[in-house]
């Protein structure tokens, strides 16, 4: 199964925080097949905190959503992320935005994100990736992110730069 993961840190050393995220993802069994540019992006839902720095990563891998999901929460955790304010400062965000199998729900997680149609940190890296990705019903990722403002979201070019870690090459 092909997933498309948007990864985000504002505290500590953030580009190193991106890294081990994907390096532990693959470790973890996903193969990581691309990754975005890194951006810098203000934050947005509580703004008295570090801004950040966002990319997305294209990865395959037999994992269901829910398995995907609790390998990403293991991998937040091993990078050193704590409970916190929803929305507040963190050292790692692992988040699944959308998956090739189109739409998933439970209790616990709902692809595609919930937010991503009013997120431009999450769509701009994600069209990087992949220029024609569209939402389950078919709206273009292309056509969320020109209508949103980006005066009132602005996402920057980061001089930050991550590398696609090969699966198995992290033992």
Wanted: proline share 11%; with cysteine; charged share 25%.
């Amino acid at each position: 199964m092909r997933y498309w993961l948007g990864l985000g840190s504002n505290l500590g050393d953030r580009a190193r925080n991106l890294q081990a995220a994907l390096d532990l993802l693959a470790k973890g069994g996903a193969d990581i097949e691309a990754v975005s540019p890194v951006y810098s992006t203000a934050p947005r839902d509580v703004p008295d905190q570090p801004d950040f720095l966002n990319a997305a990563a294209r990865v395959a891998t037999p994992l269901d959503p829910p398995a995907l999901l609790d390998l990403a929460k293991s991998v937040e955790r091993r990078v050193g992320r704590r409970p916190g304010a929803r929305f507040g400062p963190r050292t790692i965000d692992c988040d699944l935005l959308l998956w090739e199998g189109g739409a998933f729900g439970d209790v616990s997680l709902s692809v595609p994100h919930p937010r991503l149609r009013e997120r431009r940190f999450a769509l701009l890296p994600l069209l990087d990736l992949d220029p024609g990705l569209a939402m389950p019903d078919g709206t273009p990722l292309r056509d969320l992110a020109d209508a949103l403002d980006p005066r009132e979201q602005p996402v920057l070019g980061s001089a930050a730069t991550l590398r696609v870690p090969r699966a198995g090459a992290l033992d």
